[in-house]
């Protein structure tokens, strides 16, 4: 089985920076996506910035120009850099992993336990 888990949450003012993280671990052939999500109080889920097949990345225009994406492969963990952060950056954040089992190899998506990011005005 796989596991992910979220690091680097937590409450900052507005125009501040925070780092999250999020590690796999477990019986991985191969990462396919990986993808950082958020869903604020009465909101749905929206994505926040991933990488494309090609490896390029795409982010939501409302984080475009202040949060950074990045991956470790040889760690399996993807990193979001969110700087000059706001209040309406404030949510649940997710990350989500399309996953190469072994040895099946079969793919699967796998979701983190969330971290809370709190931006006060």
């Known amino acids: 089985q796989v596991q992910l888990v979220e690091s680097g949450g937590g409450l900052v003012q507005a125009g501040g920076s925070l780092r999250l993280s999020c590690a796999a671990s477990?019986?991985?052939?191969?990462?396919?996506?990986m993808n950082w999500y958020r869903q604020a109080p009465g909101k749905q889920r929206e994505l926040v910035a991933g990488?494309?097949?090609?490896?390029?990345?795409k982010y939501a225009a409302s984080v475009k120009g202040r949060f950074t994406i990045s991956r470790d492969n040889a760690k399996n963990t993807v990193y979001l850099q969110m700087n000059s952060l706001k209040p309406e950056d404030t949510a649940v954040y997710y990350c989500?992993?399309?996953?190469?089992?072994?040895?099946?190899?079969?793919?699967?998506?796998?979701w983190g336990q969330g971290t809370q990011v709190t931006v006060s005005s």
């Open positions: 989500n992993m399309g996953i190469r089992l072994f040895p099946s190899r079969y793919e699967y998506t796998y």
């Open positions: 990488f494309t097949s090609d490896g390029s990345t």
């Open positions: 477990g019986s991985i052939f191969a990462i396919n996506a």
